[in-house]
């Protein structure tokens, strides 16, 4: 009895390790997993930022990269949390990322240098990496009249004019939706998506495609990054595209990233996140994917400087436990609203 114990004790260690993801690679390198949402308009742009951080300490990075975080997380629901970083987690996404224990906690020294508006997560476990304000973008050879509030998109005027992102599978959308209930309150939200509603063209399931619609003109007006008005700019030689905030007040969009609660990898997971917050990677992010970094000491280039900005920001208006218990009631309305 006792030699059968023993054996089954030694098949359950190598069961158990021979499961266990190994942190070399075949080359017989430190590794990195890494699952990382796909930068607007620019899909390579983790691939070749993070050569640096290879060479610097040796290792390989196993880069997945996903359309939407939304996908990402279904992805691990599906398949287990089989990662060490996670990259492109967003502000809308923190109270997801802290119910389902995705992430390990860990203050990058690096943070320090960041704008204090843009800690989104207090504890921790999502570090801020680069971000956009959102806007009203439109084709100013499409209208004649700049949507400069929320009160101007609500005009007859617009009828068919709006194309919208989706709060149930877009993070896009889901950060408009937190954006309108802190500008409007939380009954006079309603209002303001009704009195829109005639005006939307139609509901999208991703940014991009809201963005390829806009650009085939087939309606004037998008919400969305107001940096992504650089792009048409920078390499379409184009300046049809504006970006205006509205006046009522600012809300910022913002990439994460955090360590996998399941990581063997901590201390290069640890390693990676200061880079990614420090000026060696920071500085790439205003000319390579048109975003603005959260290092304050990155200098910015005049086209992002001009950018207009408003004083109120509603980014961090409501706690995560306000949204935790609050949001998927907001989400439920938008949807009674906007899509029957």
Known sequence: MKKLI???MIMLIMFGCTNKRSERSSTGKSSLKMYAVDVFLNKDFFRESLLTFEKL???NIDLVTFQTADKLLNHVEENGNNTDIFLGLDNSLLVTVLQDSLLKQYESPQIENVNKNLIFDKSYH?????????AFIYNKDAIEQIPST??????????????????????IGRNILIYSVAAFGRSGYRHFWRSIKNNVYTVTDNFNESYNMLLASEAPIIFGFQTSVLHDVSYKKSSRLK?????????????????????????????????????S???????SIKMFPVNTEVP??????????????FTNKFSTRWLKWKYHIWQQKWENIMLK
């Not at 999502?126 to 959102?134: A, D, G, R």
């Not at 005009?155 to 709060?167: A, R, V």
């Not at 990677?281 to 000319?287: K, R, S, T, Y």
């Open 300 to 313: 910015l280039p005049k086209e992002m400087t001009e950018l207009n900005k408003e004083n109120v920001d």
């Open 150 to 171: 929320f009160g101007a998109i609500q005009d007859g005027k617009l009828k068919q004019s709006i194309i919208l992102t989706n709060p149930n599978n877009c993070s």
């Open 57 to 59: 300490n040796d290792c």
């Open 126 to 134: 999502i570090n801020p990496v680069f971000y956009s304000p959102l």
């Open 6 to 8: 023993t054996a089954l």
């Open 243 to 279: 970006a205006v905030i509205p006046q009522e007040g600012s809300y910022n969009f913002i990439y994460g990233v955090g360590i996998s609660s399941q990581t063997i990898n901590i201390e290069l997971s640890k390693k990676l996140v200061d880079y990614l917050l420090s000026i």
């Open 281 to 287: 990677f920071q500085h790439l992010i205003p000319d």
